[in-house]
C-alpha cells in the first residue's frame, strides 16, 4: 500500500507563489510516476502537471505552463509543485498522485492508482 502526504498549500495573493510537497510512503522501492491534479468547487478534477521517474519526461496543462514545475527527489520519495504567478482561477484542491504500472506520466485521473487526501490552495484577487 501507498501513503501519500500533501502540504504546503494556504492562502496567497494574486502574483504570489507557493509550493506543494508530496512525500510518498509504503511501496517506495519501484519506479512510479507521479501527477498533481486540482479540484475547484462545483468542477471535475483536473490535470495540472506530472513526472516520470526519472524526471527528464514532464507534462503540464496549458493553463499552468511557464508558471509551474514540477520535479521530484526519489531519495526523499518527495515531489514539488512549484507554483508562481498564481492567479485566482488556481485556487483548488491540489492532489498528488502515484501510478505504479506507468513509464510515461498520463494525464487522466484513472491513470493514476494513488492519491494523497488534497491540500488547499485559495488565491486571492
Known amino acids: 500500500q501507498v501513503q501519500l502526504v500533501e502540504s504546503g498549500g494556504g492562502l496567497v495573493q494574486a502574483g504570489g507563489s507557493l509550493r506543494l510537497s508530496c512525500a510518498a510512503s509504503?511501496?517506495?522501492?519501484?519506479?512510479?510516476?507521479m501527477g498533481w491534479f486540482r479540484q475547484a468547487p462545483g468542477k471535475e478534477r483536473e490535470f495540472v502537471a506530472a513526472?516520470?521517474?526519472?524526471?527528464?519526461?514532464?507534462y503540464y496543462a496549458d493553463s499552468v505552463k511557464g508558471r509551474f514545475t514540477i520535479s521530484r527527489d526519489n531519495a526523499k520519495n518527495t515531489v514539488y509543485l512549484q507554483m508562481n504567478s498564481l492567479k485566482p482561477e488556481d485556487t483548488a484542491v491540489y492532489y498528488c498522485?502515484?501510478?505504479?504500472?506507468?513509464?510515461?506520466?498520463?494525464?487522466?485521473?484513472?491513470?493514476?492508482?494513488?492519491w494523497g487526501q488534497g491540500t488547499q490552495v485559495t488565491v486571492s484577487s
Open positions: 498522485s502515484a501510478d505504479y504500472s506507468a513509464v510515461v506520466p498520463g494525464r487522466a485521473t484513472h491513470e493514476y492508482e494513488y
Open positions: 509504503g511501496r517506495t522501492s519501484s519506479n512510479y510516476v
Open positions: 513526472i516520470s521517474w526519472s524526471g527528464r519526461l514532464r
